[in-house]
């Protein structure tokens, strides 16, 4: 059992017994594999698969299949369409403070971060805590889990994919 299974079975413990919670750990597995391949494509390291024919086709040289990632460019094309123009609370005093907040948590550049990460992983997470230093509420950006760290979330139920909770594995190593 690798470090990934024995994570999310540890997890699955914790969850109620039966078929849901081994369907959870299943469809977690498979979504950490996803992340991590969808991070090294990004990163330009995938299989292109490429026939002879096809990178003579393409003009690309031999040992250069690599050189032509463009998911980069796409995914941050698309992120910088998106805007979150602002936060509305349930009251105006609420939502006074929520701006407050984001201006504190320099939300104007946070949020480009959050949402390269939800397009390249297809999940991301925003925690919440509280920073005793600066008096104030901190919001840290806390990426999917890749089958070694981040965040696992865990949904209400299989029909409502709502989260009742999310968890952070991490390793510290001495």
Known sequence: MGTSDAVLDSIRKLLPKGIAGDAWATDSALQAQNVALYRRYMDGDFDANMTEEMRMALRIPEGREMGANHCDLVVSAMADRL??????????????????????????????????????????????????????????????????????GIPRSRSNPELAAAIKIWHETR
């Not at 009251?91 to 948590?105: C, F, P, R, V, Y």
């Open 83 to 152: 805007n979150v123009t602002g936060i509305k609370g349930d009251s105006e005093a609420a939502t006074a403070w929520l701006g407050d907040i984001a201006e504190l948590n320099r939300f104007d550049g946070f949020q480009m971060d959050v949402h390269e990460a939800a397009l390249r992983d297809g999940d991301t997470y925003v925690m919440v805590d509280w920073d005793n230093d600066a008096k104030h509420v901190r919001w840290t950006h806390e990426l999917a889990y890749d089958g070694i760290e981040g965040m696992i």
